[in-house]
C-alpha cells in the first residue's frame, strides 16, 4: 500500500502536468487524499520541496527509460520517448518538462536546478539515442544529434500543448513530418501503448 508521501507526490504530479505548478495548492492535494495542509507540510515544508521530489521521481522514469532502452536498437529508443509521449497525448497530459519550463523563472534555486538537470538528461538521452540511430542507418538528418534532440523534444512538447487546443490528431500530425523529415520507416500509428 502506498504511504501518504507517495500519494502526495503522485497527486501534485498530476496536477502540475494537467494545470501547472503554479495554479495548484496544497489544499488541491489535502482534499483528494482526505488529509490536512499540515500532513503535506509534515512531509512538504515548502511548495518547491514538494516540486523537487516530482522532478526526483520523474528523473528515476527517465533513468528507468534509459537503461531499458540500453539494449535496444538506437531507432527504438526515439520509439520509445515518442511512446511516452503519445501515452500522454491520449491522456490529454502535458510531460513534466513541458509543464515546468514556462514557469521557471518563478521558482527557488533548488527547484530550478532539478529541472535543469530533467531537461537535460532527457536531452542528453534523445542525442546519444539519436546518434545510434543515425550509425545505424535507421534515421537521417543533418547536423549534430544534439542539435536535432532539442528540434525532437520541442515537437513532442508544443504537439502535446497544440493538440490540447487543435485536437489530438495535431500530435501525431506534427511528429510524423518529423519522423519523415528524418527519414524515419515509422509513423507514431506504430507505436504500441
Known sequence: MKETKEHIIELADELIRKRGFNAFSYSDIAGPLA???AAIHYYFPSKSDLGEAV??????????????SE????EEQPKLLVGVFRRNNKLRLICLMGSLTPDYD????PMRQKVKEMCTGILDWLGEALERAREEGGLQFEGSA??????V???LLSS???SRVLGANIFEQMLDQLLRD???DWQVKDIKL
Open 35 to 37: 488529509v490536512r495542509n
Open 55 to 68: 522532478i526526483d521521481q520523474e528523473l528515476q522514469r527517465v533513468d528507468e527509460y534509459r537503461r531499458k
Open 71 to 74: 539494449r535496444l536498437g538506437g
Open 106 to 109: 518563478t521558482f527557488e534555486e
Open 146 to 151: 544534439g542539435d536535432r534532440a532539442l528540434l
Open 153 to 155: 523534444v520541442s515537437t
Open 160 to 162: 502535446l500543448l497544440l
Open 182 to 184: 528524418m527519414r524515419a
